[in-house]
């Protein structure tokens, strides 16, 4: 049975989280110089796997086997969130690595072809999941052109500063690949509370999201009588309210949804708000779900233009994300790795955030695996799990490795 090296799995992550360590964070945003330090890092260990490595046009980083027949691949994002947590992506990249190392030192899988990855811009610094959306043929020239991040930087002066501008792009088309498997800290509490160790994930939850654009007449606080004003921030808070008693009605177990961002303008304690925005994101593994809340939230604002005063307009923010369902047959392959290693210790589970695997399994068959989140906590320095856990999972994706490609070469 092929045996990881916790101790080398750790030195790794440990070395990674030094590339922009803040306190017990990581900043490391996609194209920083800490993130191009961190990849030109990572492609040497690849290289000192036997990997051949390579920095593709986007900032993804490869490292290839050299054993014959359709590889495995295996690996996460190095990318972080402007504070982030040191193991959101970097956990699995480090699995990567030590997956096609462990595998290449045990003779009975050394011949077994597995490929590590590192995507780019998870974490969407100018376009979500932009590495592996590139990979897999949905990075348009269209939506390439004239990105910029929050700062106002473009995204063509990142690829320039980081010697990218004229470097080949990986395809999906131009690999044969079995898979890919992607290890994850879960991000949320359930595995902790559940008292489970690892989580075999079966569907990555859609998202949905619209903003409400209110409009009002802004005028003086203390001279406009309540029943003549049409307060932008009345509206905004009813709306607010009414989504979080009508949402439990048609949600489903684990939905949730988030009203992240609200503005009212101008924004001072003596004028009654003219203009105001609010921001819902919504979440589901069932479409039929994320229908529901939409069409909750229309009926919510029809109702309260019908009352008078202020008046709602509803948009879409982004364009919805379908749920998408990880494969079966690599999910038994890991459940039953789960079992050797930590017998009815795992759970099968949604995830809750969305992943790398979500665009990749549009082009191949996709499964991710979960560790506990200690606190469910994420996106934040105090991001953390315990040592024994990392350990574990990456033992039960080695294991999984080796049975999932083992059983595409159709050796017993």
């Excluded at 490391?28 to 920095?55: H, K, V």
């Excluded at 080949?168 to 290890?183: K, Q, V």
């Excluded at 459940?335 to 990749?360: K, L, Q």
């Amino acid at each position: 049975m092929v045996s990881i090296n916790g101790e080398r799995l750790l030195g790794d992550l440990r070395a990674l989280r030094a590339m922009g360590a803040t306190g017990t964070g990581v900043v490391r945003p996609a194209f920083s110089e800490m993130d191009m330090t961190a990849r030109r890092w990572l492609a040497d260990r690849y290289s000192d796997a036997g990997l051949t490595a390579q920095i593709d046009g986007v900032g993804n980083v490869l490292g290839r086997s050299q054993n014959p027949g359709p590889a495995l691949l295996v690996g996460s994002h190095s990318d972080t969130q402007p504070t982030g947590g040191w193991l959101d992506g970097a956990l699995g990249v480090i699995y990567g690595l030590e997956v096609a190392r462990a595998l290449a030192e045990d003779p009975a899988t050394r011949d077994l072809a597995v490929d590590a990855i590192s995507w780019q811009d998870e974490e969407s610094r100018f376009y979500g999941c932009m590495g592996s959306r590139s990979f897999c043929g949905d990075f348009t020239a269209e939506a390439e052109a004239d990105l910029h991040d929050k700062d106002g930087v473009a995204l063509a002066d990142a690829l320039a500063q980081a010697g990218l501008s004229d470097t080949p792009r990986l395809a999906a088309g131009d690999h044969d690949y079995i898979g890919f498997l992607e290890a994850h800290i879960e991000q949320g509490p359930h595995l902790e509370q559940d008292g489970r160790r690892i989580g075999i994930v079966q569907s990555i939850v859609g998202l949905g999201g619209m903003v409400f654009i209110f409009s009002g007449q802004q005028n003086h606080a203390g001279t406009t009588m309540m029943a003549g004003r049409k307060d932008a921030a009345t509206a905004l808070y009813a709306l607010a309210n009414a989504i979080n008693e009508e949402f439990p009605k048609v949600a489903g177990d684990r939905s949730v949804w988030t009203m992240g961002r609200a503005v009212l303008t101008p924004g001072a304690p003596s004028i009654v708000p003219g203009h105001g925005e609010l921001e819902l994101q919504f979440r589901d593994v069932d479409p039929a779900v994320l229908d529901r809340f939409e069409a909750v939230a229309h009926r919510l604002v029809a109702e309260i233009n019908s009352r008078g005063g202020a008046t709602v307009e509803a948009k879409p923010s982004r364009v919805r994300i379908p749920p998408a369902h990880m494969d079966p047959g690599f999910q038994e392959h890991l459940s039953r790795a789960a079992e050797t290693h930590a017998p009815g210790n795992w759970n099968a589970m949604p995830s809750g955030a969305f992943h790398d695997a979500g665009v990749v399994c549009g082009v191949m068959p996709c499964a991710m695996l979960f560790i506990p989140s200690i606190g469910g906590i994420s996106h934040d320095f105090a991001e953390d799990s315990h040592d024994d856990d990392i350990v574990l999972g990456c033992q039960v994706l080695a294991s999984g490795a080796a049975s999932i490609v083992i059983a595409a070469a159709g050796r017993q």
